[in-house]
C-alpha cells in the first residue's frame, strides 16, 4: 500500500468548525477506516520562504486549510475515496500527492 497526503483547499473555516461539519468529517473517517493513516488537522496561520531566504505572511492563493493521510493500492484508489471528503460539498478541493517511500 502507498500512503497518499491529502491536502484540502477551502470549503469554509477549519478553525471553528460546527458540530454538524464534525459529523460529516468523522463520518467520512468512518468510511475510510484502516485506510487512514493520520486523521490530520487544519491548518492556522501560515508564512511563505522564498527562494532568496525572504519571509511573507500567507502562502498565496489557494492555501492548503489541512491534511489527512490515506494509504491506498493506487492512485486512482485515493482519488475514489477522496471524492467523499466533505469539503467538497463546501466549495473546497482536494489535492493528492503520494507520499514516495525513501531507503
Known sequence: MTKYVLMFHG????EEPSP???ERW??????????VV??????????SIASDGTPSEGTGPDPANGYTVIEA???HDAVVMAKGCPGLGSGG????????QIG
Open 20 to 22: 454538524d461539519v464534525m
Open 73 to 75: 493500492a493506487n492512485l
Open 11 to 14: 470549503g469554509g473555516s477549519p
Open 93 to 100: 478541493s482536494v489535492k493528492l500527492y503520494e507520499a514516495i
Open 38 to 47: 493520520d486523521m490530520g488537522a487544519p491548518f492556522g496561520a501560515s508564512a
Open 26 to 35: 468523522m463520518a467520512w473517517f468512518g468510511k475510510l477506516g484502516n485506510a
